[in-house]
Nanobody, 116 residues
């Protein structure tokens, strides 16, 4: 019903920046929350940044990315962005776009590799 397509991943050196984008398409009745999770080799999937979609919405950031990553949205395009600054090798992971509407939806994932 809903497709999430990520882009913007790639290879970057430590200290660099990347911006991920995720565009939602399909029959979207509502969006209650949207954001990003990631999964590194040998680790479980973890929260990166997720925002509740309303005027009083709250954005939750994982502790390891606070102050470095910023979530933003273009509501007209049903698109969410993740600006990643001061990247570290520990940020290396597959990043998955997430949307919660009538149910949970996940993107295919985009690889982010940070070298040192």
């Amino acid at each position: 019903q809903v497709q999430l397509v990520e882009s913007g991943g790639g290879l970057v050196q430590a200290g660099g920046s990347l911006r991920l984008s995720c565009a939602a398409s399909g029959t979207i009745f509502s969006i209650n929350a949207m954001g990003w999770y990631r999964q590194a080799p040998g680790k479980q999937r973890e929260l990166v940044a997720v925002a509740v979609i309303n005027s009083g919405g709250r954005t939750s950031y994982g502790d390891s990315v606070k102050g470095r990553f910023t979530l933003s949205r273009d509501n007209a395009k049903d698109t969410v962005y993740l600006q990643m600054n001061s990247l570290k090798p520990d940020d290396t992971a597959v990043y998955y776009c997430y949307l919660h509407g009538v149910r949970d939806y996940w993107g295919q994932g985009t690889q982010v590799t940070v070298s040192s």
